[in-house]
C-alpha cells in the first residue's frame, strides 16, 4: 500500500515531524512505500473562491489556481493511503493544512457517484494525528475538523490520535503501531483470520 504522509509545520525537529517520522517508519516496518511532504515547504495559496463561489473545481474537479496544489493533487491520486499530520493551532489544524484541504475538498467532494465520478479518496483509509502544545487544549476539536473534511472526502479513517509534549513517547508509539496496522490489515486475507480461529496475544510494545 503506498502511503502518502501530509504534514504541515516549520519546524524541522518539533513535534509534528517526529510524528510524521513515526508514521513513515510504520509504514516502512509494515513493508509499504511511504512518501512525505511538508505543507509549509510547498507554494498552495487559499481557494481563490472564484466566479460565483465556484472555479472549475465544481465541474472539472481541477483547481484553476496553478501552484504546488496541482503536482500535490496528482501525487494523491496515486496514494493508497494516507497520514495527515498537523499542529494544533487555536484548536484547529494550521492553516496550510486549511488552506490544502479546501481546495482538495472543492475537487473531490464535489465527484458525483451518481455520475460515476468517485472522490479520489473514498475508501482509503487515511490517519489523523493533531500534535498540540503543553495543554493539549484544542486537540480534540482539530481531529473533528480533520474528520469533518474526510467524510465529506469519503475516505474511511482508520484512526485519530492526539499528541501533546507530555504524551509524545507513548503516541509515537501509537502513530508507529497505528500505520503498521493499516498497512498490513490491508494485506490481511479475511478467511485467513477466520481459518486462524483465535486472537493474537499482546505483544510488547517497542521501546524507543
Ligand atoms: C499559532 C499557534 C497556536 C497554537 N494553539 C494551540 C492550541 O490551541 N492548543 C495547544 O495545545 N497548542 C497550541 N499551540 C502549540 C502547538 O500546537 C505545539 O507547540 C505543536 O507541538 C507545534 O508543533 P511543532 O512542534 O511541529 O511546531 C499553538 C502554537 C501556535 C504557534
Not at 482539530?142 to 475516505?155: D, P, Y
Request: glycine share 8%.
Amino acid at each position: 500500500m503506498k502511503v502518502l504522509t501530509i504534514l504541515s509545520s516549520p519546524n524541522a525537529n518539533g513535534l509534528t515531524a517526529a510524528c510524521g517520522e513515526a508514521a513513515r517508519q510504520g509504514i516502512v516496518d509494515g513493508h509499504s512505500p511511504a512518501r512525505l511532504v511538508n505543507l509549509n515547504e510547498l507554494n498552495i495559496a487559499r481557494c481563490a473562491v472564484h466566479n460565483d463561489g465556484w472555479g472549475t473545481c465544481r465541474n472539472n474537479h481541477r483547481c484553476q489556481l496553478e501552484d504546488d496544489f496541482q503536482s500535490l493533487h496528482e501525487t494523491i491520486k496515486q496514494a493508497e493511503g494516507y497520514v495527515f499530520v498537523t499542529p494544533v493551532y487555536f484548536g484547529e489544524p494550521s492553516e496550510p493544512m486549511k488552506a490544502f484541504f479546501d481546495r482538495l475538498r472543492r475537487c473531490e467532494a464535489t465527484k458525483d457517484p451518481a455520475s460515476g465520478e468517485t472522490s479520489t479518496l473514498a475508501g482509503k483509509p487515511a490517519v489523523c494525528v493533531a500534535a498540540a502544545g503543553e495543554s493539549g487544549h484544542g486537540a480534540v476539536s482539530c481531529l473533528a475538523v480533520m474528520e469533518h473534511v474526510l467524510n465529506q472526502l469519503g475516505a474511511a479513517v482508520f484512526d485519530f490520535i492526539s499528541v501533546t509534549k507530555r504524551t509524545r513517547d507513548y503516541q509515537l508509539e501509537t502513530i508507529h503501531d497505528a500505520l503498521l496496522a493499516m498497512t498490513t490489515a490491508a494485506q490481511v486475507v479475511p478467511s485467513q483470520v477466520t481459518q486462524e480461529g483465535r486472537r493474537r496475544p499482546l505483544r510488547r510494545r517497542r521501546r524507543r
